[in-house]
């Protein structure tokens, strides 16, 4: 258990009884969990269960009906994803969402682009901030490149790389804006065990090196159950677990849920 | 063997980062540039120059527009020509209401004016996509066209909107000589094409492919969504804008608005999808393509008929132009729906390996 000697600080993220609902379909119900600073915190739960739409409140996507989010001592009612992603929380997507016309540098720069601050007429000279701007930004982007071991590929279009090579992209470039927060939808999902050995490597490294604290969606229990300090699970929309590892692995509902109930 | 990259070491991100990274690439663009300012106004003849050529760099300069919205933005537009025509009426207006106003802050303003209009017919992108944001683009199409001809104050009150525009004047030098429009012509889209280059390779051009590839991605990257659309909007029609004002003064000299019709616009979409969508080169392929490909078949269909000793009814070979042109766009688009960009960066690559296979 790697977990429990890791460093967990104050709470940074609060949520207060979310609720959230698409028409008649409620997606998440009363829901509150908050993540320490420093913390590697799983969502865990059954397909549909609110998982990816609890990260979407989290970042502005979506735009919860009742509850709050405290972020760094901020009450909000709800987030939008640009102050989301100015106040340094990045995110990754279930379903690969890179910029396929786009090459792997390209794709981690684009990351950064909140950072760059030259205006566009500076930026058609190319000459001043808007040419340091960039060299600056591409020597940060390069230790990025060089941290999650994908130099080879940099000038490779996004579109032609394998899907494990993708996820990493992905990765990079949520990376690339520096985030205090980072939320992870599925990081290892449809990868082979080495894909997501490295995976975990990489996660782990982040959150030691840089002390990003991290929110992570994963089905692989063996992946959350090493990896994770505290771990919320959901099912239909509602919490019914919370806790270390250990403490969630042997609640009782939380065992119900996954395997069912006997009638 | 020519095109080798080997023994070019980049030694900084500057020398990876600029926009001709390959020894040989730099030299050819240099001896391009030599000879499209200094060999080509020597030799070639009126025709060639103010009927051909100065359309065609204004035509590449309406596709780069057109290039920079929907190739790089990812947003349909329909509405071309019409921002051509306001840049044209305006530069116009300007330098007649206007004492003294040099030509090339006419242009500027020009621009502008364009830029302003294309800002409020993209406002309907913030709510709609694709096809029916085309269809909306074509709201400013008719309405851009129908103001103009129906508001004499636009063309100083001449009859059905004609107007014709005034000499250029530089620095009380007057370019009237088929060759000064040229050059005039060649360097505004020379200089406006180099920073079209820089702008898709900076933060902003990224902005642009990001909300053209992935939307959400992009806004939870914090990229503003409705502000980005908009200046892809507002600088892509601002060069539209520069190219009707060229097309009015330093190639046709008079227009109307009816000019500015649908056929220009999709004219100017046909380049950009021939020559390459997201590519600022093959807007010029793509201009070219469609400017030169009537002219050589119109050369080269006498020939044929003459060589085969047939004897075709009048009419008969301009019909054949016209499906020849759409068969070779329709062959195009099957073999290499990237465009002649694409098809120019493939040849690059096996000339880099040649004579080898791999």
């Known amino acids: 258990m790697t977990a429990t000697t890791r460093r967990a600080g104050d709470v940074i993220l609060k949520l207060d009884n979310i609720s959230l609902s698409f028409g008649g379909v409620k997606a998440l119900t009363d829901i509150s969990f908050d993540v320490r600073e420093h913390e590697v915190r799983a969502i865990i739960g059954p397909n549909g269960a609110g998982k990816s739409s609890m990260l979407n409140v989290i970042n502005g996507v979506y735009h919860p009906q009742a509850g709050t989010i405290t972020f760094r001592g901020e009450v909000r009612r709800d987030m939008n994803p640009h102050r989301a992603a100015a106040s340094g929380i990045a995110r990754t997507f279930q379903n690969i969402a890179l910029f396929r016309g786009m090459s792997v540098l390209d794709n981690i720069m684009t990351g950064r682009n909140l950072k760059m601050k030259a205006h566009f007429l500076e930026q058609a000279i190319w000459f001043g901030r808007a040419r340091r701007e960039e060299l600056e930004h591409r020597a940060k982007v390069e230790e990025i490149i060089d941290f999650l071991e994908i130099q080879h590929i940099r000038k490779t279009p996004v579109g032609r790389l394998p899907y494990g090579l993708q996820k990493r992209v992905e990765l990079a470039r949520a990376l690339a804006a520096e985030p205090s927060m980072l939320l992870l939808d599925e990081p290892m999902a449809g990868m082979n065990v080495e894909e997501k050995q490295d995976m975990c490597r990489f996660v782990l490294d982040v959150n030691e090196q840089y002390g990003t604290t991290i929110v992570l969606i994963e089905h692989d229990m063996g992946v959350v159950m090493d990896i994770s300090d505290r771990v919320v699970v959901l099912d239909y929309g509602k919490k019914i677990g919370d806790g270390t590892p250990d403490e969630v692995r042997s609640n009782k509902t939380v065992i119900d849920a996954y395997l069912g109930v006997a009638h | ?358």
């Open chain 2, 1 to 358: 063997m020519l095109y080798r990259e080997a023994g070019q070491f980049k030694a900084s991100y500057a020398e990876d980062q600029q926009i001709f990274a390959i020894r040989q690439d730099r030299i050819a663009v240099g001896a391009l540039l030599v000879f499209a300012f200094v060999v080509v106004p020597l030799v070639a003849n009126q025709y060639w120059l103010s009927a051909i050529l100065t359309p065609l760099l204004i035509f590449a300069l309406a596709a780069i527009g057109l290039n920079i919205l929907t190739g790089y933005a990812g947003q349909l537009s329909l509405g071309t020509a019409a921002f051509m025509a306001v840049g044209a009426f305006a530069a116009y207006n300007f330098v007649l209401r206007v004492p003294g106003i040099p030509i090339l802050v006419a242009f500027v303003l020009a621009g502008i004016c364009a830029a302003l209009v294309g800002i409020l017919f993209g406002l309907p992108s913030l709510r709609i996509k694709g096809f029916y944001l085309a269809v909306a683009t074509l709201a400013a199409q008719f309405f851009v066209v129908w103001a103009l001809t129906k508001f004499g104050w636009f063309s100083n009150n001449s009859s059905s909107g004609v107007i014709s525009a005034q000499k250029i004047e530089i620095l009380g030098y007057t370019v009237d000589t088929p060759a000064g429009k040229y050059l005039f012509t060649l360097t505004i889209v020379a200089v406006l094409a180099l920073a079209a280059k820089n702008l898709v390779r900076s933060s902003t051009g990224r902005a642009w492919m990001a909300v053209r590839d992935m939307d959400v991605a992009a806004s939870v990257i914090g990229i503003r969504l409705m502000q980005t659309k908009l200046s892809a909007f507002a600088i892509s029609s601002a060069y539209c804008g520069v190219a009707g004002a060229l097309y009015a003064f330093a190639y046709l000299g008079t227009v109307e608005p009816e000019g500015f019709n649908l056929d220009m616009s999709f004219r100017v979409l046909f380049m950009v999808i021939i020559g390459g969508v997201g590519s600022i080169l093959g807007s010029f392929l793509g201009a070219a393509f469609i400017v030169l490909l009537p002219i050589f078949l119109n050369t080269a269909a006498p020939l044929i008929e003459h060589g085969l000793g047939l004897q075709m009814p009048p009419g008969f070979m301009s019909n054949l132009e016209l499906i020849v042109f759409g068969a070779l766009i329709v062959f195009f688009l099957a073999v290499e729906p990237h465009g002649l960009a694409r098809l120019w960066q493939i040849g690059k690559e096996k000339l880099r390996l040649w004579p080898f296979p791999h």
